[in-house]
């Protein structure tokens, strides 16, 4: 196998090994331990870690080594902060843009997801929904940035225990006020929405990590 292809083994193995928390943040990674569990040599995976420690995943601390990056209340907190003032932006410039049956597929989707109660489906329509706007922009700034920040964010979800079903139907109804002021045409409305949306699940993940004593301070 070539060089390139070993790296980029290497890479997707660890990072999503990192994004579903499996290296839990603050976790040493070790060279022998990366080279059992990726089955490459040492070489591609030093070079991985430096494109990981890019994405803002590892960190490299002199004479003590590589670890995967810490999950502090700061970070949650700049995390959010950042969604807060971009995704409802996104909803306002770019809802428009993005065809009315698509919205109207999504309200039938959550009425189902409510029906079940599935979490993974829920989880799954989250992130469609929240991907949805910033994917309709042109900008591919935009799209790498909020790519790296929810991938945070899925670190956040998964060391929070996940959510309550009372923050789920939360969710759900928030979801709602988002999907119908979009579908009045109501794009300030919508941003509004997602805007309380965000806020909630802020403090939602904030309570949930502290009391679960999954967060680094």
Avoid: W
């Amino acid at each position: 196998m070539r060089t390139d292809n070993l790296k980029d083994k290497a890479y997707g193995m660890m990072k999503d090994k990192i994004l579903r928390c499996e290296y839990a943040p603050g976790q040493p990674l070790e060279k022998a331990k990366l080279v059992e569990d990726i089955g490459v040599s040492f070489t591609p995976i030093r070079e991985a870690l430096n494109k990981l420690e890019h994405e803002g995943l590892v960190r490299f601390f002199p004479k003590r080594g590589v670890y995967v990056s810490e999950v502090t209340i700061a970070s949650v907190v700049e995390i959010y902060e950042v969604r807060e003032l971009l995704e409802p932006y996104f909803v306002e410039k770019f809802a428009g843009s993005i065809q009315k049956e698509k919205f109207e597929g999504l309200c039938l989707q959550l009425k189902k997801i409510e029906e079940e109660g599935c979490l993974d489906s829920h989880y799954s329509f989250d992130n469609e929904l929240h991907n949805m706007f910033v994917s309709h922009s042109k900008n591919s700034y935009y799209k790498k940035f909020m790519e790296q920040i929810y991938e945070q964010n899925n670190r956040i979800r998964i060391l929070s225990g996940r959510d309550s079903r009372e923050r789920l139907r939360e969710s759900n109804e928030e979801h709602k006020k988002i999907l119908e002021a979009i579908l009045e045409k109501d794009y300030a409305g919508g941003a509004n929405a997602m805007k309380i949306h965000l806020c909630t699940s802020r403090d939602a993940a904030l309570d949930a990590i502290s009391k679960n004593n999954n967060v680094f301070f």
